[in-house]
């Protein structure tokens, strides 16, 4: 018989963590939850068993996914419960909106340090096992704003397009290791971290503008990132591995 392959999740406590978490749990693959506070990854997880996900394929990690500590914990649990860790999404993340004038210079710091150093040392915590096991899938989460430019997001846009950066370096590094590397890129998802983004005139605005120009109509779903985002840890995915995989309703097709 055939045990899945555990996936760590950072960031699987909510939005596109959470979906990739159900996605990944409804196929009966083990995840970690990684996420910053007890009490939010303990709702996810309560959240995927009352959805039908089988309790024992979900463990939890409370604490910052930028410290090596915690992610060294997540990778110990997944080895302890169920083997050694297959597949990590990256799916922390700090938006950083305002001007380049206007935004405090701490506010591009935490984001590049959750974004982009989190990032690196969650990809740094389970290497060494994907290597030794000459087997892992690795997915990033980036964002089309790491391509594209939009006004009053250069410092967001500046740690995922280093995301989309790293992901290729890292993949090159370690393609003939059995291990694949690739960066999701969402376009505009619906998602905890922006949903209080819509307030002022100015938000509304900025929100139309976006909707505007996605050509199908709609901001997107967690599920709808979390689609791909599967299909890329899958053991088949072998020969998929550097590029920016872009999940945007048409977004960057214009």
């Not at 939005?15 to 990854?41: E, H, K, Q, S």
């Not at 302890?80 to 591009?108: H, I, K, N």
């Not at 709609?218 to 591995?241: F, I, K, Q, Y």
């Amino acid at each position: 018989m055939t045990v899945p392959r555990p996936v760590v999740v950072t960031g699987g406590t909510s939005g596109i963590g959470l979906a990739v978490a159900r996605r990944l749990v409804a196929g009966g693959r083990p995840v970690v939850l990684v996420g910053r506070d007890l009490r939010r990854a303990d709702e996810a997880r309560a959240q995927l068993v009352g959805s039908g996900a089988d309790a024992a394929t979900i463990a939890v990690v409370a604490g910052d996914t930028t410290d090596p500590d915690v992610l060294a914990r997540a990778v110990a649990v997944c080895a302890e419960r169920w083997g050694p860790v297959a597949g990590l999404v990256t799916a922390a993340g700090r938006l950083a909106r305002g001007s380049v004038t206007d935004l405090a210079v701490d506010e591009l710091r935490a984001a590049l340090e959750t974004n982009v150093v989190g990032t690196w040392l969650a990809v740094r915590a389970v290497l060494p096992t994907m290597v030794e096991q000459q087997h892992g899938r690795i997915v990033t989460i980036g964002s089309v704003l790491g391509s594209v430019g939009a006004a009053e997001r250069a410092a967001y846009a500046a740690t995922k397009g280093g995301v989309a950066a790293m992901t290729r370096s890292i993949a090159l590094e370690v393609a003939a290791d059995g291990v694949t590397v690739n960066c999701v890129a969402p376009g505009p998802v619906r998602t905890p971290m922006n949903a209080d983004q819509h307030g002022t005139a100015a938000d509304q605005a900025a929100e139309a503008a976006f909707t505007a120009a996605i050509p199908t109509g709609r901001w997107g779903a967690p599920d709808d990132v979390a689609h791909a985002v599967a299909e890329l840890l899958a053991s088949e995915a072998g020969w998929t591995t550097g590029p920016t995989v872009t999940v945007d309703g048409g977004y960057t097709a214009r």
